[in-house]
């Protein structure tokens, strides 16, 4: 009976103390480049003794890993970290789920060591709740040099030029735009060609500040206008397309374009493409000087007496050190959120990226991503997506009705 309450006991030890070191980590890197990024941080929790259970969901835009999350959060088994960005972490702050971050952040120094944009999205009631990864751009542009040469165009930096580019690219015979049928990446496109439209006050007032009027005006009947027209430019394969096979399009000289966020880099960098050669990265067309911002966040779910919160805020410690800071962001096409990381080993695109972010954030030009669950909050943005989804694939849509049909969907939601 001693001996098998002794055994009993000795198991339950074995398994808090695996619990204590276990690492369950929810996230959607599954592209290879993603994955290639994420593996880095993999292997630095391992070497520190942690074990890591990879909990990769995926679907770009992570909507999928989401909902998977939305499950076991609701059944009371939660992962240890999760992916989360934007205006979900105040939303699970709020329900009472996240671990208080705010010991390390302070013994780190976070406060110093991030811009404002970047720790005010972090906290929740002024502790912090999340840690930064990095921060993407959103609205660029990625072109095939080769192609480009041989049609004797210009790379487009306004619509106009843009549809003037694509057509004489069709008309030789290539694909001009590489596109995906996930709403996430309609959205994608529908977000630079709004913020080529509206200019950045009015794209605030629409996505952030859910202006009713600005939504159904005529300038929101414009943008459908224009986002309608780059139909012309999509192939009938693009349904079901994930949106790392249209960048590999682009790399191999499939496709002459994608409107991505810099998330495409980490692909071209992962399948030894080099920036400058073999694919250019450009601002949006009509974005130039606007810089659309996503910024990676993990969470960290409240465990039973907490045990786990050493693991979790070996892991947030980790994220914010310089070395995974580097290698990783380097990887993935990201900038560090760290402002110390020298950038002297970092590709061209990432050093015109670091640029755009200093003189953008000097002229209050810094715009939140709206696919990227950046500028609102998930119930608004899906119903938006609804809208630019449903508008983008009914070949006879009318932008009149969109814009209006726009505005509905954002009241439907608030
Ligand atoms: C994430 C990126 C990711 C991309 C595609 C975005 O929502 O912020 O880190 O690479 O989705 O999966």
Known sequence: MFVRLLSLLSMMCFSISA?????????????????RSAQLLKSMMEEQGFSWKDFAVAGGGGESAMLVLKARAVSGNPPTAAQ??????QEWAKLGFLTNLDGVAQQDQWDALLPDLVSDLMKYQGKYVAVPVNIHRANWLWANPAIFHKVGVDYPSTLDEFFVAADAIK???????AHGSESWQDVTLFESVALAVLGKEKYRKAFVDLDMDTLSGEQMVAVFRYFQ??????????????????????????????????WAKGEFTATGKVAGKDYVCLPAPGTGGIFSYNIDSFVFFKSPDG??????EALAQSIMAKPFQKEFNAAKGSLPVRTDIPLDSFDRCSKSSVSAYKQAHNHDNLVPSLS???????????????????????????PEKAADRLARAVKAAL
Do not use: C
């Open 19 to 35: 619990l204590a070191t276990e690492l369950e980590v929810l996230h959607w890197w599954t592209s290879g480049g993603e994955t």
């Open 84 to 89: 989360i960005k934007g205006h979900d972490i």
């Open 171 to 177: 008309a030789a015979g290539y694909l001009p735009l």
């Open 229 to 262: 027209k780059f139909r012309d430019y999509i192939d009938p394969e693009a349904e079901g397309r994930e949106w790392f096979v249209s960048t590999s399009m682009v790399g191999n000289g499939e496709a002459a374009m994608q409107l991505m966020g810099d």
């Open 307 to 312: 045990i786990q919160k050493e693991a979790q």
């Open 372 to 398: 990227q669950s950046m500028a609102t909050t998930t119930y608004v943005l899906s119903a938006i997506s609804d809208v630019v989804t449903n508008f983008f694939h009914d070949p006879f849509s009318d």
